[in-house]
Nanobody
Framework: QVQLVESGGGLVQAGGSLRLSCAAS?????????MGWFRRAPGKEREFVAA????????TYADSVKGRFTISRDNAKNTVYLQMNSLKPEDTAVYYC????????????????WGQGTQVTVAS
């Protein structure tokens, strides 16, 4: 079992930056889990944002955030991060981190563990 808790959300002006954190806890070894970030905007379906392999050696991003967002992880701290730069109003959403065994995926249903989400609001 893995428990995930996100933090770092908030209100920011367009063009600004935020860094989200997702702290993992539980009996399982964090370094065995690929981690992903997803988001759900009001009235929209949940969408993939970014993912990182269990070792941190490989990442993938949605086209809408590529070049602006960076996913990273610190396995010693059991934490995954999402650095968000050049934020746009359309980035406004609840952001969720998710974990799955070893292999990263862009599909939300592939992830077994989810956090409760953190709100990001980008004002124009």
């Amino acid at each position: 079992q893995v428990q995930l808790v996100e933090s770092g959300g908030g209100l920011v002006q367009a063009g600004g930056s935020l860094r989200l954190s997702c702290a993992a806890s539980g009996r399982a070894s964090f370094s065995n889990y690929a981690m992903g970030w997803f988001r759900r905007a009001p009235g929209k379906e949940r969408e993939f944002v970014a993912a990182i392999m269990s070792t941190g050696g490989r990442t993938t991003y949605a086209d809408s955030v590529k070049g602006r967002f960076t996913i990273s992880r610190d396995n010693a701290k059991n934490t995954v991060y999402l650095q968000m730069n050049s934020l746009k109003p359309e980035d406004t959403a609840v952001y969720y981190c998710a974990g799955r065994w070893l292999l990263m995926s862009v599909i939300g249903s592939d992830y077994a563990y989810w956090g409760q989400g953190t709100q990001v609001t980008v004002a124009s």
